[in-house]
């Protein structure tokens, strides 16, 4: 599957999420201390935009119910068995680029 670019690492600082879609899905681009990862952008809890969270000690938090998932894992901060599924993440230059099925 190729990497296609998603957005620009110059717009996603230190410690933020950023939402992106690829056709209508929704994936949470985290940068956390410099090191980029990309979980689903859906909440498992009520389907909150999890794009649209802050970063928190490596979790990125749902806006809705603030519940916490690992960046790098996608593991519930809760109950690690709940997880979100994470997709390979590229940087070219100043190209965030995204390797989704």
Known sequence: MPF????KLSSLPPDSVMEVLVGHQ???I???AGSIHAIDGVCL?????????QIH???VVCPYHMWEFDC???AYDYDP?????TFPVRI????ILLQVP
């Open 4 to 7: 296609i670019p998603v957005g």
């Open 26 to 28: 929704p994936y949470a």
């Open 30 to 32: 985290c940068n956390v």
């Open 45 to 53: 809890h009520r389907g909150g935009p999890l794009g649209q969270g």
């Open 57 to 59: 000690g490596g979790h």
């Open 72 to 74: 790098r894992t996608g």
């Open 81 to 85: 068995t709940k997880r979100l599924a």
């Open 92 to 95: 070219e230059g100043d190209d």
